[in-house]
């Protein structure tokens, strides 16, 4: 798994699998920062994380470094990874990520966290929810796997939406891990079928 930042997505997903509900294992974690809640959560359940600090490497290394960690994993999942990682052809079907958002609308470069919620809300949207989807060369881009929807109230903040949408990654993201884990998830061209 990779991620950026407090791991929350991490726990969920390793809660499902030691709940038995997950027939999953989390072979590596890999951080491209050292300084956050993440890799704390990720080393207290035991599991192989390192650290790629984004800032102090070059762009080659870093690249390879994503791609040496996970290289012989079945899929790679995004769980607030930040940075863009050149998804190798080898890859292609096999990484997914989660947004906080119904994309297409409100993902991209620097569309994370509170700011989707806050753009959400800026632009006066009455559902949100999150986007489960196959990754590609671009942020919050490629084939869709699966939304999940909330209401967006009146009186909404950035984090009362947020704390709905995250209960609704909670449910979604294990989801997607299992259809594939099934062999149920095709994938032609851009379009994903569930079986």
């Known amino acids: 798994m ?4 407090g791991g929350r997505t991490l726990v969920n ?3 499902h699998i030691n709940a038995g509900k997950l027939n999953a294992r989390v072979e590596i974690v890999v951080s491209s920062r050292g300084d956050v809640k993440g890799v704390e959560r990720s080393r207290g359940l035991g599991l192989k994380t390192i650290v790629l600090e984004r800032k102090s490497l070059t762009q080659d290394v870093f690249q390879q470094g994503i791609t040496d960690a996970v290289t012989g994993v079945d899929l790679v999942l995004m769980g607030g990874f930040l940075s863009l990682w050149h998804i190798p052809d080898e890859f292609h079907g096999r ?6 958002a119904l994309l297409p609308e409100f993902g991209g470069k620097g569309m994370y966290g509170h700011r989707v919620h806050e753009a959400v809300l800026a632009a006066g949207k009455t559902v949100s929810g999150c986007t489960v989807h196959f990754c590609d060369n671009e942020y919050d881009h490629g084939p869709i796997i699966l939304q999940r929807k909330v209401p967006v109230l009146a009186n909404d903040t950035p984090d009362t939406l947020a704390a709905r949408v995250f209960e609704q990654e909670c449910i979604a993201y294990p989801q997607a891990v299992r259809f594939f884990a099934e062999g149920r998830i ?3 061209g851009n379009e994903v079928t569930i079986e």
């Open 2 to 5: 990779l991620i950026s930042g």
């Open 13 to 15: 997903l390793q809660e």
């Open 95 to 100: 990484v997914m990520n989660i947004h906080p």
């Open 186 to 188: 095709k994938l032609e």
